[in-house]
Nanobody, 120 residues
């Protein structure tokens, strides 16, 4: 069983920056996509950014130009650099790894979440 642990959340003022990290532990054969999602109170969990095993990135329109996702395959980690933060970025941020376990189907593992609060 693979476990993911996020870190780097906190309280920041509008316009500030934070860097989230997500580390995996357990038996890992290989990792396909890595991603960050967020969930604000009373809302559904939404995609923020993903990065493929080949480094192709995808961002929600609301964070394009402000957030950058990156990964370190050697360390089984994914990062989210968040700049120019806005109050509407306030949410619990979750990382997700799509893990390979051939010949069984790929499966998803989620972290427990880290709170990001942006004050106005």
């Amino acid at each position: 069983q693979v476990q993911l642990v996020e870190s780097g959340g906190g309280l920041v003022q509008t316009g500030g920056s934070l860097r989230l990290s997500c580390a995996a532990s357990g038996t890992i054969f290989s990792i396909n996509n890595m991603g960050w999602y967020r969930q604000a109170p009373g809302k559904q969990r939404d995609l923020v950014a993903t990065i493929s095993s080949g480094g192709i990135t995808n961002y929600a329109d609301s964070v394009k130009g402000r957030f950058t996702i990156s990964r370190d395959n050697a360390k089984n980690m994914v990062y989210l650099q968040m700049n120019s933060l806005k109050p509407e970025d306030t949410a619990v941020y979750y990382c997700k790894f799509r893990l390979r376990r051939h010949p069984l189907p790929d499966y998803d593992s989620w972290g427990q979440g880290t709170q990001v609060t942006v004050s106005s």
